[in-house]
């Protein structure tokens, strides 16, 4: 069976946790990015005029350097982001509208300062097309393997 892994991790925590998860599914890595990247700056959430803030404030659309071309080989697929402001970044929102979900099994995972997903799940459910088959916020490395095992993956 072919998974992917797909995830956004402009300061790197998210990427070990897609890494580890892609390790053990033996599935394919995708790095979602802005077609702009983030700097430090950009993600100063303490600067009220730093890039994330306005995008948030905005709603503006963040586009994403890349889709994935063969997305059609994949038939379950992993997408994993840091939660912002409580919900997932705009460029999720973007990355998931770039691509048909249909017939596809998909899974959320995050990482955050220590808010839940639910907010993220909730607004990404009306968005992929076939639904969420699970999420999991994965702040600790050692709650990977006992999800997929519950997934029977
Ligand atoms: C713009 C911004 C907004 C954030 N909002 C939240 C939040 O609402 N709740 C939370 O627990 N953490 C929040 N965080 C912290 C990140 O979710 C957390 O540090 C995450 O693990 C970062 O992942 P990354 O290293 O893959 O980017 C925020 C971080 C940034 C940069």
């Not at 994949?74 to 460029?91: K, L, M, R, S």
């Not at 994965?138 to 006992?146: H, T, V, W």
């Amino acid at each position: 069976m072919d998974i992917l892994v797909a995830y956004f991790s402009p300061s790197g925590t998210t990427a070990q946790a897609a890494k580890k998860l892609a390790d053990e599914l033996k599935a394919d890595l995708f790095e979602i990015k802005p077609e702009k990247p983030y700097t430090a700056a950009d993600l100063k959430w303490t600067n009220p005029l730093a890039r994330c803030n306005r995008e948030k404030l905005l709603n503006q659309k963040v586009p994403c350097q890349e889709k994935i071309g063969n997305i059609s080989d994949y038939q379950v697929v992993f997408i994993g982001f840091p939660i912002w402001y409580y919900a997932e970044p705009n460029i999720i929102d973007s990355f998931v509208e770039d691509h048909n979900w249909e017939g596809k099994e998909v899974y959320l995972f995050a990482t955050s300062g220590g808010s839940n997903m639910s907010k993220a799940v909730e607004k990404l459910n009306t968005k992929i097309n076939g639904g969420i088959g699970g999420s999991k916020l994965l702040n600790r490395s050692s709650d990977i393997g006992p999800w997929l095992d519950s997934l029977g993956l």
